[in-house]
């Protein structure tokens, strides 16, 4: 049984940082694509970012690009992967949730529909 779970979100000032972690388990395989989604209040789901690992290809929405980032590096001994946020805006604020997936092609990263498992999400506030 695949189980993916978030941590690392909470409250940050305008401009601040913060580094979601992504816990996969139950995975035999370390060759898949991880995906970041958001949404905020009122809001839908919306595509943040992911990274796919057998290639490294990465993708971002417009929104975050330059400011976040899915390191290349992950913790290899525990299957966790990031999310690296910098220069955090207000409109950044949402519930952030990983995803995973396998053999997506580059144009089904934006896809949610196409990720297999789901974390239960973390919250990140930016507000001073």
């Known amino acids: 049984q695949v189980q993916v779970a978030e941590s690392g979100g909470g409250l940050v000032q305008p401009g601040g940082s913060l580094r979601l972690s992504c816990a996969v388990s139950g995975r035999s395989s370390r060759d898949y694509t991880a995906g970041w989604f958001r949404q905020a209040p009122g809001k839908e789901r919306e595509f943040v970012a992911a990274r796919r690992w057998s290639d490294s290809s990465t993708s971002y929405a417009d929104s975050v690009k330059g400011r976040f980032t899915i390191p290349k590096d992950r913790d290899n001994a525990k299957d966790v992967v990031y999310l690296q946020m910098n220069s955090l805006k207000p409109e950044d604020t949402a519930v952030y949730y990983c995803?995973?997936?396998?053999?997506?092609?580059?144009?089904?990263?934006?896809?949610?529909?196409?990720?297999?498992?789901w974390g239960q999400g973390t919250q990140v506030t930016v507000s001073s």
């Open positions: 995803a995973v997936g396998q053999r997506l092609i580059y144009s089904s990263f934006r896809n949610d529909g196409r990720y297999d498992y």
